[in-house]
């Protein structure tokens, strides 16, 4: 796809020549770890059952912290789009031999790339503070490689939403109504945060169709157990499975919808 | 020399209301700077954006470079360089980043796209300040960059809409320089929209006046101002008498009240006309306070054709008075 390389590399330089993101960025990590780690560390007192053999609150919540920062990064993965089009960049890409694709792939890439580099940070992080992450049973290259799949589908399958939204929404307020509207419901009605024993009924039973609980959980196996059984494994296969055809699904969708929808 | 734009009934309707274009018929040659005049509104922006794909026609088509606008867009966009209306470069990169970005749409050869750039911006003197912020540009820096944006990748046709809009006098006619330039230089074939007179005057070979999306005259400069047949005369009397009385004046093709006390006669050419009318007025002791001669301008064409004046600049009226004394004096 020509445009797609220059798209890209615009918009990772706007994103670490800016300060501002780049600072958040980088602290945002250990906001989230300190915040959740103490907040709700009475959990731990529930003992390791409930934690599903984690030594600790930061361990068993690392899956869902990586899972949720892939999540909201990527809901704000359409806005630059719009601001595109409202500052009239959009018209010098209109006009130039690209595929229309590639514009919204950029965007999907960039936020990716980025999503990426915040993972880095926040496991490091984890590792660094004190009572923290712990691979009580080892980690494997396989497990690593779980992990990012994880994080990054569930990066996939939002950004393709949401740039694919900024498609056809042409105010910034819009779009981020819709992203203050899905935030907190994606988040709590997941096993991010908490472990099923402690959700009501009803809601532990919708959590279980949430991606994001699919990835939190992938992750939470991999990094708790370290060597998986056969059993563990089957259910990791299912939750990346299940990743891997809404991704697929969705980036087509957001190739079609850009291919022939986008414009000024 | 073959015709290089075509288009052929080409037609635009915004939202199945808005007629911005209405069967349109130009034909643009190679090599040549063509003009497209028109008041706010007459569908200047809306062929141009048709032309360089940026949006479908209702119905017709138009043939750019020897492509279907319609069928063809892709192989349209690469032949052709578009400096739009609005801006469209990214103020968050530098000026250098820029174009080279754009370069790359077009699959330009890195080592071939740095010479070229840099050609670029010597030739609208951006040089000193390429690895600036675009953000950090001043108004009249901007345009310029946007100018040279639409060259980077050597197209053949190079579209500019309302190149200097927003731009004052000084920065205005520096631009104009440039285009001159681009134009030698680069042998490319230029379409402009303005609605200053004095510009396209100043830059294009051949000129379509358009209103309400329709031609409605082309030709050159020349061409347009000698078609419009007949020099006009005003004259402010002292009295509204007089005034009225000069209205009747027999040798005149048309009489116009032009102002209080102000009359404005068509003629078929002044040089002969003016001894005449002089002799009318003292035959008939008309008192006159003040007599201008004026040649057809763009201005006049267009006030013809379109019914209105997009004049942007009054001159003085010092400046007036005193080129309407030389012209007397001649
Ligand atoms: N996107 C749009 N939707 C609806 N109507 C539009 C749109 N763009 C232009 N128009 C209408 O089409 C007509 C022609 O507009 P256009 O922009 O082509 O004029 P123009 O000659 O470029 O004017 P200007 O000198 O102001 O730039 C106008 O009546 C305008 O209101
Ligand atoms: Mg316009």
């Known amino acids: ?264 | 020399m073959a015709a290089i734009i075509e288009t052929r009934n080409l037609t635009k309707i915004y939202g199945g209301k808005v007629k911005a274009l209405d069967d349109l018929n130009i034909s643009i040659e190679e090599g040549e700077v063509y003009g497209l005049l028109g008041p706010n509104g007459a569908g200047k922006t809306t062929t141009i954006n048709l032309l360089v794909t940026r949006i479908a026609p209702t119905s017709g088509t138009a043939i750019v470079n020897g492509f279907d606008i319609v069928k063809n867009s892709l192989e349209v966009r690469k032949s052709i360089g578009v400096v739009p209306q609005d801006l469209t470069t990214d103020e968050d990169l530098s000026g250098y980043e820029n174009l080279k970005m754009v370069s790359q749409f077009y699959d330009v050869p890195a080592e071939e796209a740095k010479e070229r750039i840099h050609k670029l911006l010597a030739m609208v003197s951006l040089d000193d300040v390429k690895n600036r912020l675009v953000r950090q540009y001043s108004g009249g820096m901007r345009k310029r960059l946007e100018l040279i944006a639409g060259l980077v990748h050597d197209p053949k046709i190079l579209f500019l809409d309302e190149p200097t809009l927003g731009l004052d006098v000084t920065t205005r006619t520096q631009m104009w320089k440039y285009v001159r330039e681009i134009q030698e230089k680069l042998d490319v074939t230029i379409i402009l929209t303005s609605h200053y007179l004095e510009e396209v005057d100043a830059l294009a070979n051949r000129i379509s006046i358009i209103d309400h999306g329709k031609v409605l005259a082309t030709g050159t400069s020349e061409e347009l101002k000698s078609n419009l047949k007949g020099d006009i005369i005003l004259a402010t009397m002292k009295t509204d008498k007089d005034a009225e009385t000069l209205m009747k004046y027999p040798g005149a093709i048309e009489a116009k009240e032009n102002g209080p006390r102000a009359v404005r006669l068509k003629v078929q050419n002044s040089d002969e006309e003016l001894p005449k009318i002089i002799q009318y007025i003292s035959g008939n002791s008309l008192s006159i306070t003040r007599l201008t001669v004026q040649k057809p301008t763009l201005d006049d064409v267009f006030l013809e054709y379109t019914g209105n004046e997009i004049r942007t600049e009054e001159p003085t009226d010092t400046r007036q008075e005193m080129m309407n004394l030389r012209r007397l004096r001649r």
């Open chain 1, 1 to 264: 796809m020509s445009g797609l390389g220059p798209l890209t590399s615009r918009e990772l330089k706007k994103w670490y020549r800016n300060p501002v993101s780049l600072l958040t960025g980088l602290i945002q990590p250990f906001f989230w770890l300190a915040l959740f780690g103490s907040a709700f560390s009475k959990i731990s007192a529930f003992g390791p059952t409930l934690l599903d053999g984690a030594p600790n609150y930061i361990t068993y919540i690392l899956g869902g912290v990586l899972t949720i920062i892939g999540l909201f990064t990527a809901l704000f993965s359409g806005v630059n789009l719009i601001f595109d089009r409202r500052l009239g960049v959009l018209g010098r890409f209109l006009i130039a031999p690209i595929r229309r694709s590639s514009i919204v792939f950029s965007k999907i890439f960039a936020s990716s790339a980025r999503i990426l580099v915040q993972v880095g940070i926040l496991i490091l992080a984890a590792l660094l503070i004190p009572n923290g992450l712990e691979f009580k049973h080892g980690f494997t290259v396989l497990d690593a490689l779980i992990l990012i799949a994880a994080v990054m589908l569930v990066a996939l399958i939002f950004t393709s939403i949401f740039t694919t939204l900024a498609v056809r929404i042409t105010r910034p307020d819009t779009i981020f109504g819709v992203i203050n509207l899905v935030n907190l419901p994606l988040l709590f009605v997941s096993y991010a945060m908490f472990p099923p024993g402690l959700m009501a009924g009803w809601l532990s039973d919708a959590a279980k169709y949430n991606p994001v609980s699919w990835s939190a959980e992938a992750i939470r196996t991999v990094v708790i157990n370290g060597t998986l059984t056969a059993s563990q494994m089957h259910s990791v296969e299912l939750w990346l499975g299940g990743l891997a055809i809404l991704a697929t699904v969705l980036l087509l969708m957001a190739y079609f919808v850009s291919e022939n929808e986008i414009r000024e």
